[in-house]
């Protein structure tokens, strides 16, 4: 049971490209999450999505946008990357979102240059 | 102010030694509170899941809650060099919509 996963697991960007960032979850939950992790921060969540076709914004969406076609899928993309969003990006899922555990994946980290 | 504060260590302590790991909080709805375990390079992982006040044991862990003062603690028994990890709180109000709100996180690291 491979939990959830997140691919790629490193990237390097220039400044101005764009990328998408991938997150597959095999539980069947409804509720999907993108969190950036930077140092001294904590995780601050950028937008999640309560259902196939939904999403909605977290603490910092500024400068990202996100998909959810499939149940098991949750994208999160960066049109313009800025060395501002250099960061370690995590994906969790949850059976329901307010008083329900979150499962993460091991993250992708990204250097933008 | 954040929203929920928690020292950054590192905290270094013996092998076997008792760990205290706290965090404060400010929204007095909060009222489901967690534990997340993150080694290096790794994701979060759920340790301790409580509801309201009291405590919590789950083998050599136990979470226990103060809403009176707004204070949240994970305590570890027997640490192992294992336990070397950043510990994540984790809390909520419950209800409707709302996401989970993260402390920064404590790096522990257990000497042998």
């Known amino acids: 049971n491979a939990g959830v996963t997140q691919t790629p697991k490193f990237r390097v960007l220039k400044t101005g490209q764009s990328m998408t960032l991938l997150c597959a979850q095999d539980?069947?939950?409804?509720?999907m999450y993108w969190y950036r992790q930077d140092p001294g921060m904590g995780l601050r969540l950028i937008h999640y999505?309560?259902?196939?076709?939904?999403?909605a914004k977290g603490e910092v969406p500024d400068g990202y946008n996100v998909s959810r076609l499939k149940k098991q899928n949750f994208l999160l993309g960066l049109e313009s990357a800025a060395p501002s969003q250099t960061s370690v990006y995590f994906c969790?899922?949850?059976?329901?979102?307010?008083?329900?555990?979150?499962?993460f994946g091991d993250g992708t980290r990204l250097s933008i240059l | 102010q954040k929203e929920v504060e928690q020292d950054p260590g590192p905290l270094s302590v013996p092998e076997g030694a008792i760990v205290s790991l706290n965090c404060t909080y400010s929204?007095?709805?909060?009222?489901?509170f967690m534990w997340y375990r993150q080694y290096s390079r790794k994701g979060p992982e759920l340790l301790m899941y409580?509801?309201?006040?009291g405590n919590k044991e789950d083998g050599r862990f136990t979470a226990q809650v103060d809403k009176s003062s707004k204070y949240i603690s994970l305590f570890i028994r027997d640490s192992q060099p294992s336990d070397s990890a950043t510990y994540l709180c984790?809390?909520?109000?419950?209800?409707?919509?709302?996401?989970?709100?993260f402390g920064s996180g404590t790096r522990l690291q257990v000497q042998p």
């Open positions: 969790a899922s949850s059976l329901g979102l307010s008083n329900q555990p979150q499962h």
């Open positions: 539980m069947n939950h409804e509720y």
């Open positions: 999505s309560v259902g196939e076709g939904t999403t």
């Open positions: 929204n007095s709805a909060f009222q489901y």
């Open positions: 409580t509801y309201s006040s």
């Open positions: 984790a809390m909520t109000s419950g209800g409707g919509r709302r996401a989970l709100t």
